[in-house]
């Protein structure tokens, strides 16, 4: 959920730190928001950062097809 009206961009960093995707949104409404991603990922886990003009997070995600 957005806070504010913002950018997002997202970036997956596989499990040795090398990037393998990146995608920039134009500005965002506040709110919640659904954004598709078509990242072509083998099995395995990823770290998802996700930043705004607010700040970042990271996550771990698996990958299972």
């Given at each position: 959920t957005l806070l504010k009206p913002s950018s997002l961009q997202i970036v997956f960093y596989n499990?040795?730190?090398q990037l393998v995707?990146?995608?920039t949104t134009e500005e965002l409404d506040a709110g919640e928001q659904n954004i598709t991603l078509s990242p072509s990922l083998a099995n395995g886990i990823y770290?998802?950062?996700i930043q705004t003009?607010?700040?970042q997070v990271v996550q771990r995600v698996i990958c299972h097809k």
């Open positions: 499990s040795t730190g995707y990146q995608q770290f998802v950062k003009t607010l700040g």
